[in-house]
């Protein structure tokens, strides 16, 4: 019986292990033949009384287990604690690309939607908004979403 209690312990170690520690699963796997293997050895030995003790203790304290150890992984020091942010100087859209929109430009490649124009003579990577325009073509910069560039063909006036 000690030994069969033993196994119940190390499974909970194992289980708080296996938030910490990736392993692809094969901890949780350990983890349920510890604990299966102790509640087998509970069966075989006829204590029917505490296998149901510890089974319904397996229940309650292994989901338990795993709630609070991703709780302590939320606050401990092998999580990410920074927040990327502009205070920090982290900016994902490039602020000089904004001065782009409405300018006119010439397709250097087919943007089939992608490509490259040339715009105020330096070269850009743009995509369209699904259309294919030919090389050559005049395109206008219609919008900036993040660091992408989109263009419309130009239409004649």
Known sequence: MTFSILLQILGALVIIAEVFIPSGGLLSILATGLIGYSLYNFYTSGSIQW??????????????LIWFSFKALAKSPLTLKNRLSRDKGVVSQSLELNILIDK?????TDLRPSGIARIDGLRYDVVTDGEYVEQNSEIVVSSITGNQIIVNPKIPS
Request: glycine content about 6%.
């Open 51 to 64: 296998l149901a003790i510890f089974a319904l203790i397996d229940l309650v304290s292994v989901p338990t």
């Open 104 to 108: 006119e430009g010439v397709a250097v």
